[in-house]
Nanobody
Framework: QVPLEESGGGSVQTGGSLRLSCPTS????????LTWFRRRPGTEREGVAS????????LYSDAVKGRFRIGLDNGEDTLYLEMNNLKPGDTAMYYC???????????????????WGRGTQVTVSS
């Protein structure tokens, strides 16, 4: 497992935007699930956006659908998460993770992922 590293977190006001990045360490071109998770204060970690690098198919949680966009950049070397119209409820530590297709049955099942970053904090104030 290759450790990942997120960047791009910060503090914004409601309605603002942020873009998170995570170098894929080769997972971007090898048919892996690349997923952004978050842990909001007092809650368990939850999946918010997932991309399968084999066919670029994406999945979003209902909470972020229409506001967040996941993709690969820089020739598939960087996973990003564009976050628009941010709300205080989006305040969380955000993590990127990579999971092998033979282990991931449900993209938002964190137990299927073997490579993780340490997280980047996003804070949205009202």
């Amino acid at each position: 497992q290759v450790p990942l590293e997120e960047s791009g977190g910060g503090s914004v006001q409601t309605g603002g935007s942020l873009r998170l990045s995570c170098p894929t360490s080769g997972y971007g071109d090898t048919g892996y699930y690349l997923t952004w998770f978050r842990r909001r204060p007092g809650t368990e970690r939850e999946g918010v956006a997932s991309l399968f690098s084999g066919d670029r198919n994406t999945l979003y949680s209902d909470a972020v659908k229409g506001r967040f966009r996941i993709g690969l950049d820089n020739g598939e070397d960087t996973l990003y998460l564009e976050m628009n119209n941010l709300k205080p409820g989006d305040t969380a530590m955000y993590y990127c993770a990579a999971g092998a297709p033979w282990r991931v049955k449900q993209p938002f099942d964190e137990s299927a992922y073997s490579s993780w970053g340490r997280g980047t904090q996003v804070t949205v104030s009202s």
